[in-house]
Each structure stands twice: as C-alpha cells, then as structure tokens.
C-alpha cells in the first residue's frame, strides 16, 4: 500500500476525510459565511455546483459550525422520489413516523419543527434531483413557518440544473424567498497545489512528492474538480509505490493517466 511507502499516516487523499481534514480554502470561507446568514438572518439558502467540486464539504463544515443548543439539522441526500414519498424521508429523518396521507404528513412536519425549541434546518442535498411537487410542498412548509414562527429553514443544494427549475413561474414565490445564494468554483491553479499540499502535509508527507509541473497537469486533467483530484493523485501514488519512487513525476502521472481512461 502506498501509506506504507511513503510512511503516511494516513490516505492523503480519502472522499472520507476528518472534519478538520476539509481544507478551508476561499470557496469553502465564502460559502459557510452565506450559510452563516442563514443561521441568523434568512430562511432559504440554494447551493450549487458541478459533481465533485466539494458540495459536501461545505455543509459538513456549515453543520460543525451550528450551534447544537439552537439548530437541529436535518441532513437528507435521498430526494429522487415522488412529492409524497419524499415527504415521509423528511418526517423519518426527524426521528417520527410517518403519518398517513400527504395533508397530514405536511401538518405532522409543521408541528414538529414549531414544537422544538430549538431551530430545524433542512440540509437538502441532490436538490436538482427533486420532484416538482416536491418543490412546491417546500415552499409552502417555509411560507407557513415564515408566517408563524422562525423555527424552519431549509438550505438546497444540488446542480446548476435546479435553477432552471426554479425559473419555471410556478416554483417564482419559492425563489424569492431564496435569499442566500453560491455557487462552488473549481479549484483555480493555485488552489490546486495548496489543496495537494495541504493533504500531503495532513498525513505527515511533504509536499515535494508531488512535482510541481505534475501539479499543473493534475489541475488541467481534473479541470479543478477536487474530487477528480483526488482519484488522478491516489493513482499516481499507488504507481510510485508500485515503481518504489519517492517522488511523484510526469512519467508516472503520464502511466496514470493511461490506466485512469476517463479524462
């Protein structure tokens, strides 16, 4: 294994990384200074960004930072169902059973949120992938906790394609409560090394494995995309070990590239 080789203290470069294993860059200090609006001062939040640039990151870092005297988040990633069936994954993820009929799921949502005493952050990951009735029944939970009480909010996050959704005249109430709104970047060049960097010296390795012209060619295959960042250097690692170098070349990123076979 490559961590033995180049003595790691761990995979540099794991999807699953530590809370403070997130590197804090610019896009990750931008975005959770909006989602921190949202804790204070908004009701509606909508995330965007392409597959891997880090979506997930950022609301791992936003649900560290909430206070857990004030906010219950509610994290739900399974949003490509009907209106209804999506509904009852709300009320299970509030640790409730389902009720029967769509009304009064609605109702059981409502009383839910306005009974704690603390507030209920909907964190609505894949929200691209969301039903058109799904979209509208949000609307009317928020337009109704708006009305009432502050004690639900909700942060959307998904592909860009869900603006083109939400641009459809009968979703135009819901966008304009959305009054926090970022979309993710991929990394820039620069960001691309500090984000290799960073990993390498997280697990007790210097960053000089990694070449800097490698560097460069790994930000112009990955196109910036962490996530494709990490896949190209774990297999340069793997065939640097293979090939028992200690250091990361354009010879060996030029093999990975070869096996890779998806740029």
């Given at each position: 294994?490559?961590?033995?080789h180049?003595?790691?203290t761990?995979?540099?470069?794991?999807?699953?990384?530590?809370?403070?294993?997130?590197l804090?860059?610019?896009r990750?200090?931008?975005g959770t200074?909006?989602l921190?609006?949202?804790s204070?001062?908004?009701?509606?939040?909508?995330?965007?960004g392409?597959e891997?640039v880090?979506?997930?990151s950022?609301?791992?870092?936003?649900m560290?930072?909430?206070?857990?005297?004030r906010?219950?988040?509610?994290?739900?990633h399974?949003?490509?169902?009907?209106?209804?069936s999506?509904?009852?994954?709300l009320?299970?993820?509030?640790?409730?059973?389902?009720?029967?009929?769509?009304?009064?799921?609605?109702?059981q949502?409502l009383?839910?949120t306005?009974?704690?005493?603390?507030?209920?952050?909907?964190?609505?990951?894949?929200?691209?992938?969301l039903?058109p009735?799904?979209?509208?029944?949000l609307?009317?939970?928020v337009?109704s906790a708006i009305?009432?009480?502050?004690?639900l909010k909700?942060v959307?996050?998904?592909h860009?394609?869900i603006?083109?959704?939400l641009?459809?005249?009968?979703?135009?109430?819901f966008a304009?409560?959305?009054?926090?709104?970022?979309?993710?970047p991929?990394?820039?060049?620069s960001?691309?090394?500090?984000?290799?960097?960073?990993?390498m010296?997280?697990?007790g390795?210097s960053?000089?494995?990694f070449?800097?012209?490698?560097k460069?060619?790994?930000?112009?295959y990955?196109?910036?995309v962490?996530?494709?960042i990490?896949n190209?250097a774990?297999?340069?690692?793997?065939?640097?070990a293979?090939?028992n170098?200690?250091?990361v070349?354009?010879?060996?990123?030029a093999?990975?590239?070869d096996?890779?076979q998806?740029f």
């Open positions: 294994m490559f961590t033995t180049f003595k790691m761990d995979h540099p470069f794991s999807e699953r990384v530590p809370i403070d294993g997130i804090r860059d610019e990750m200090t931008q200074a909006r921190n609006c949202i204070h001062h908004a009701t509606i939040a909508l995330i965007t392409d891997g880090g979506k997930s950022l609301i791992r870092l936003f560290d930072s909430l206070g857990k005297n906010y219950h988040p509610v994290y739900i399974l949003t490509h169902l009907n209106a209804p999506f509904l009852k994954i009320v299970s993820a509030m640790g409730e059973r389902p009720a029967w009929g769509k009304h009064n799921v609605l109702l949502i009383k839910k306005k009974s704690n005493d603390i507030t209920t952050i909907f964190l609505i990951d894949e929200a691209h992938l039903a009735d799904a979209l509208i029944d609307r009317l939970l337009s009305e009432d009480t502050d004690r909700m959307l996050i998904g860009s394609e603006k083109k959704e641009r459809r005249s009968c979703h135009t109430a304009q409560r959305i009054t926090v709104r970022y979309h993710i991929p990394l820039a060049l960001q691309t090394h500090q984000y290799i960097d960073f990993h010296r997280r697990v390795c960053e000089k494995i070449e800097t012209e490698v460069n060619d790994i930000h112009e990955a196109r910036g962490p996530r494709l990490n190209l774990t297999a340069c690692l793997l065939n640097a293979a090939n170098s200690q250091k070349t354009a010879a060996i990123l093999q990975s590239l096996e890779f998806i």
